[in-house]
């Protein structure tokens, strides 16, 4: 089980733990077009634009599990 930050940016609670080079991507999970869309959502300053690519999935992750969330 691992904790929640409590960052107010969600990249830092993110992309750590799903991209490729992710220090905390335990499990080695790795999808280019999903970092992809985190570099883009990471490199992007005006806010809807990245709250609409942070809510993006790519099709390639369909049916994948990174990780299940636990919630408490």
Do not use: V
Not at 13 to 30: A, E, K, M
Not at 44 to 66: N, Q
């Amino acid at each position: 089980m691992a904790i929640w930050s409590g960052r107010p940016d969600p990249d830092r609670n993110i992309s750590p733990w799903i991209t490729c080079d992710g220090y905390l991507n335990w499990g080695h999970y790795c999808n280019a077009d999903l970092d992809k869309i985190l570099m883009q959502a990471w490199q992007t300053t005006d806010a809807s634009e990245r709250a609409k690519l942070y809510s993006r999935r790519p099709p390639s992750t369909c049916g994948h599990a990174e990780f299940p969330p636990l919630l408490l």
